[in-house]
């Protein structure tokens, strides 16, 4: 994201034009990746992991590389709900070794780094944060490590601690879903059902160290679904992000809020703040 100040044009958001300096506006507009200009300004866009508006390219044209952090986080989020949620009777959540490292945690981690060099500070956060989670749930679930071992440090009894691990990551998603509020309704949407699968996993946890299976089950099971939810917007922002005029005949609205700059802009107000 852009320290710089916008131009006239840009603070009106009145343009619906591809001019140098103005922020496109019209209802149902996304950033076309393929035809922004440099010094083009675009609204809050979750195909990108914008929350505010921003300047796409100013110096080079670079890939948007959040659509790539999203379907790595999406297909990942999906195994392990479906896990979650014992579809088809299954609970054991080995498979999630491969996926978590290889997928969920180095790509993603990858569309983080290279979030940075695009300067989006919220999705270089985001995607690589959520990477570290996969590679780090990895570590967990890998047999050698022992974490969750009978003779482990947690002497086979670790629901305590994965609590505490699931309820550090709720804290950290409510904190982006605060930095989303400004956006779109999907993307907030996503950080929405994905914070509260944290909690209800989290909350599964603590009920099974409590000896409440009944609970624990019907606790997993709601965060498995939350986390499908999550899994299936991840998805969508990811395709929103890949569309474009040289792809594809139509695209996927985000519904902006009504307080939000784009539509402050439709009401023919300047936005208070810039990117």
């Known amino acids: 994201m852009s320290d710089a100040q916008p131009t006239a044009a840009a603070t009106t958001g009145a343009t619906n034009g591809a001019t140098n300096g103005a922020v496109r506006s019209n209802v149902n507009y996304r950033p076309d990746y393929a035809t922004m200009e440099k010094g083009e300004y675009a609204y809050a866009d979750g195909g990108a992991l914008q929350v505010g508006r921003w300047q796409p390219f ?29 579809a088809r009777n299954q609970s054991a959540p080995n498979i999630m070794i491969s996926l978590a490292f290889g997928y969920g945690g180095l790509v993603q981690l990858l569309a983080g780094m290279w979030e940075m060099a695009t300067g989006n500070t919220f999705g270089a956060t985001a995607l690589s944060s959520y990477g570290g989670f996969w590679i780090s749930y990895a570590l967990i679930l890998v047999p050698d490590f022992g974490l969750l071992s009978k003779t ?81 917007l991840a998805w969508y922002l990811a395709l929103v992000g890949i569309q474009d005029s040289s792809n594809s005949f139509f695209t996927l609205p985000v519904f902006h809020f009504p307080w939000s700059d784009h539509a402050q802009a439709q009401k023919g107000k300047a936005p208070e703040h810039t990117v």
């Not at 989290?202 to 997993?220: P, R």
């Open 58 to 86: 100013e110096h080079r044209k670079l890939a948007n590389p959040a659509p790539l952090g999203l379907s790595a986080f999406a297909l990942t989020t999906f195994v392990l709900s479906a896990i979650n949620m014992h």
């Open 152 to 232: 482990g440090p947690y002497a086979g009894k670790p629901n305590n601690v994965l609590g505490f691990f699931l309820s550090g990551w709720f804290i950290f998603t409510f904190l982006l879903l605060m930095c989303t509020l400004r956006s779109t309704v999907m993307f907030f949407l996503l950080f929405f059902t994905l914070d509260l699968a944290f909690l209800f996993l989290a909350t599964s946890e603590f009920a099974a160290d409590m000896g409440n299976a009944d609970a624990s089950l019907a606790l997993q099971k709601t965060g498995g679904f939350f986390g499908f939810l999550a899994a299936f």
